[in-house]
């Protein structure tokens, strides 16, 4: 069984290896997404300055808010805030400060909303595709042939990430096939609507430590895209052929 280290370290700098990894096929996506937008004509380089600004805001507000909720660490551990973050509470608020910042940069820059989300999700869709691939993530124990052993193998374990690879290139090949236009906004619909399903779904694999009236945190993101896409499909009406 392949072992993907957690940790990257060159010299003085340490990285977490999955966010390394995420960064740099996050990148080479990009010429991938820019070739495909220049093909209909749209604006992929103030498409990509709006993603690598909104990217960053997340990063620091994720990073940063816990100083939100624990303000005397500033004083008391500063270097923990540097090497830690703001968990899922952060990651929501990172989430929230990006949207924002692209809501009111594509009014400033006129680009239609539909653009940007058709490429922003072709764009993660790719990114996490191949990431799912290259990085295991193991669920709860299971019989099954294809169960995959960490380190003892008599314990299997359901391979998660292999399941999200198989939906993210299917649906790539989907895509791929179908030639749908970019900016009509039928891949953001059909993205947020199958993905948001089949990672629900996959989560009932997966171990939860908390709950939150019968679903966990992440049960939940995903219910919010399903919900959203079908909302976005219903006031935009794509034409899905």
Known sequence: MFHLPSMFTWGPITISMPYLIFTIIGIAALFFVNRIGKTFSLPIKEWIDILF???????????????????TLLFNNPGSILFGNGGSIGMVLGGIVALIYIFITEKKKKIPYLVFTDLLFYW????ITAYWFIVPDFGKLTSLPWGVSVNDATYIYHPLNMYRFIIGLCLLIYLSTKK????????SIMLLISLGIGLLFISSFQYHSHTYFGLAFVQWFYLVLIIFGFFLRYFKKPSFK
């Open 53 to 71: 600004t909104s990217m960053m805001l997340y990063i620091v507000v994720w990073k940063f808010s816990t100083l939100l909720f624990h303000p």
């Open 180 to 187: 749908i236009p970019l900016g009509s906004g039928v891949i």
């Open 124 to 127: 993660l869709l790719i990114t």
